[in-house]
C-alpha cells in the first residue's frame, strides 16, 4: 500500500468520484486510487492502469477529512486550502483554512460541485459577494454553498473595520459574529454547532380517554375484540404504536432534509475556522520526545491518538478499508512557533533579543537558513495546543 499522498484530484466521473493520487510534479502517483460510488457512498480500492482525462474537470485537494453521512445523502470532504505555519524537525504543519463539500448522489451534482470548487480555486478564491445572513437562507445546492461560505469566509476573516452608524444597521452574519467577535459569542456558537433537530412529541391521547376509568375502558376493548353479533365482518384497526412510527420516521426524515443546507454550511464553516491542524509526516496527537524516527514506519493513523483523531468517524469508511494513503487525521487546537535570536554581549551586560520572526513564512525560512552568527544564538519557540474529542 503506497504512503499517505500529499496532493489528490478529485474526479466525477461516471461510475462515481474519482480520488486520484498525484505526485508534486501533478503527474499520477502510482497505479492505485479510490473510488466513492454514487448513492450508496461504498468505499473502494481501485487500479488506474491509465491516466484519466485532462480534460476532465477536478478538484486539486490537499487531503480528505472523511465522509459525512446525513443518511439520505452522503458527500466527501476534502481539503482544498491549507496554510504552513510550523515545521518540526524538517515536517510541515498545515493549517486548514478551506474545505470543499462534493455530493454523492449522482455526477450531475457531484460534477457541478467540482465545477464550482475548480472555478473558485482557478479565480484563487477572490470573488466576493455580499454578506449575506445564512441563518435564515435554507435554499440553494452544494455548489452555491461551496461558493458562498467561501466568500463569506475570507471576508469575515478580515480585520473588522471601526463601527459606523450605517454598519450598525447592517445585518451581521453568523460567520462574523463566530471569527470577529470571538468571547462574545461562545456560547452561541456552542450551542448553534451542536443543535440538533427538534425531537418530535408523540401525539397525545384525547383528554376524555385519560380521564375515563380504567374498567370502562376495558369493558370497551373487550367490545371491540368480539365479534359483531350482526355478523358485519370486524375491520382491523391499526395500531397506535405503529402509526406513531411511520409519522416520526417521515417527520425525521424531514426534517434532515429541511435541515441539510445548515449542515452543509455548518461542516464547511467548522472546518474552514483555522482552527484544525494536520501534517503528512508529523504526528500532532503525540508529546514531542514520544515521536521518534522507528515509529514513523507504520502509516499516520494507526499510531495517532484516537483522543485527538476529530476526523476519525468521518474517516471510518477509508479506516475500514486500510486506505492508508488517503487517510490524513486532523487535531483542534492551536499550533504556533516563533523564532528569535538572542546576542551575546561580553562584559557582564544583559544579553538582548536582536531579531525576531513573527510571520509564519519567516519563521520557516529561518530554520531553513543554515547561516548562524558567532555572536547570537538562534531559539524555536512551538506551541501545540489540542483538544481532546471527548470535550466536543
Request: hydrophobic share 35%.
Given at each position: 500500500m503506497p504512503g499517505l499522498?500529499?496532493?489528490?484530484?478529485?474526479v466525477a466521473t461516471a461510475d462515481g468520484v474519482l480520488i486520484h493520487p498525484v505526485?508534486?510534479?501533478?503527474?499520477?502517483?502510482?497505479?492505485?486510487?479510490?473510488?466513492?460510488?454514487?448513492?450508496?457512498?461504498?468505499?473502494?480500492?481501485?487500479?488506474?492502469?491509465?491516466?484519466?482525462?485532462?480534460?476532465?474537470?477536478?478538484?486539486?485537494?490537499?487531503?480528505?477529512?472523511?465522509?459525512?453521512?446525513?443518511?439520505?445523502?452522503?458527500?466527501?470532504?476534502?481539503?482544498?486550502?491549507r496554510e504552513e505555519v510550523a515545521q518540526i524537525r524538517g515536517k510541515p504543519i498545515y493549517v486548514i483554512t478551506d474545505v470543499t463539500l462534493v455530493p454523492l448522489d449522482s455526477q450531475d451534482e457531484a460534477a457541478k460541485a467540482v465545477q464550482s470548487a475548480a472555478h473558485l480555486q482557478s479565480q484563487g478564491n477572490t470573488a466576493v459577494h455580499e454578506d449575506s445572513d445564512h441563518e435564515e437562507s435554507e435554499e440553494g445546492d452544494v455548489a452555491d454553498i461551496n461558493e458562498e461560505t467561501s466568500a463569506e469566509t475570507g471576508a469575515a476573516l478580515e480585520a473588522p473595520e471601526?463601527?459606523?452608524?450605517?454598519?450598525?444597521?447592517?445585518?451581521?452574519?453568523?460567520?462574523?459574529?463566530?471569527?470577529?467577535?470571538?468571547?462574545?459569542?461562545?456560547?452561541?456558537?456552542?450551542?448553534?454547532f451542536s443543535r440538533t433537530p427538534p425531537a418530535t412529541k408523540p401525539t397525545q391521547?384525547?383528554?376524555?380517554?385519560?380521564?375515563?376509568?380504567?374498567?370502562?375502558?376495558?369493558?370497551?376493548?373487550?367490545a371491540t375484540a368480539e365479534p359483531?353479533?350482526?355478523?358485519?365482518?370486524?375491520t382491523e384497526v391499526p395500531s397506535k404504536s405503529d402509526t406513531g412510527n411511520d409519522t416520526n420516521t417521515t417527520t425525521h426524515k424531514s426534517n434532515v432534509a429541511t435541515l441539510t443546507p445548515r449542515i452543509l454550511r455548518s461542516a464547511k464553516l467548522f472546518f474552514s475556522s483555522r482552527s484544525f491542524y494536520f501534517s503528512y509526516?508529523?504526528?500532532?496527537?503525540?508529546?514531542?520526545?514520544?515521536?521518534?524516527?522507528?515509529?514513523?514506519?507504520?502509516?499516520?493513523?494507526?499510531?495517532?491518538?484516537?483522543?485527538?483523531?476529530?476526523?476519525?468517524?468521518?474517516?471510518?469508511?477509508?479506516i475500514d478499508r486500510s486506505l492508508d494513503l488517503v487517510i490524513l487525521p486532523v487535531i483542534q487546537g492551536f499550533v504556533g512557533q516563533r523564532a528569535f535570536s538572542i546576542g551575546?554581549?561580553?562584559?557582564?551586560?544583559?544579553?538582548?533579543?536582536?531579531?525576531?520572526?513573527?510571520?509564519?513564512?519567516?519563521?520557516?525560512?529561518?530554520?531553513?537558513?543554515?547561516?548562524?552568527?558567532?555572536?547570537?544564538?538562534?531559539?524555536?519557540i512551538t506551541i501545540i495546543s489540542r483538544r481532546s474529542v471527548k470535550r466536543a
Open positions: 499522498a500529499k496532493k489528490l484530484h478529485i505526485s508534486p510534479k501533478g503527474k499520477p502517483d502510482g497505479s492505485l486510487g479510490v473510488r466513492l460510488k454514487y448513492s450508496s457512498g461504498e468505499v473502494a480500492p481501485i487500479p488506474l492502469e491509465h491516466e484519466h482525462d485532462t480534460s476532465e474537470v477536478r478538484i486539486e485537494a490537499h487531503g480528505i477529512l472523511g465522509l459525512l453521512d446525513l443518511g439520505s445523502a452522503k458527500y466527501l470532504l476534502c481539503i482544498t486550502q471601526q463601527a459606523t452608524e450605517v454598519s450598525k444597521k447592517e445585518p451581521a452574519s453568523i460567520l462574523k459574529n463566530v471569527v470577529q467577535n470571538t468571547g462574545k459569542y461562545g456560547k452561541f456558537a456552542g450551542k448553534w391521547e384525547p383528554a376524555t380517554l385519560k380521564e375515563a376509568p380504567k374498567e370502562a375502558q376495558t369493558d370497551d376493548t373487550r359483531a353479533e350482526s355478523g358485519e365482518a370486524a509526516g508529523y504526528d500532532l496527537s503525540a508529546r514531542f520526545a514520544e515521536e521518534s524516527a522507528l515509529s514513523t514506519s507504520s502509516p499516520l493513523q494507526k499510531r495517532f491518538d484516537t483522543n485527538f483523531f476529530w476526523n476519525r468517524n468521518l474517516m471510518k469508511p477509508f551575546k554581549s561580553g562584559g557582564g551586560e544583559s544579553d538582548v533579543v536582536v531579531g525576531a520572526a513573527g510571520k509564519s513564512e519567516e519563521v520557516v525560512a529561518a530554520q531553513e537558513d543554515p547561516a548562524k552568527a558567532a555572536s547570537q544564538s538562534d531559539l524555536l
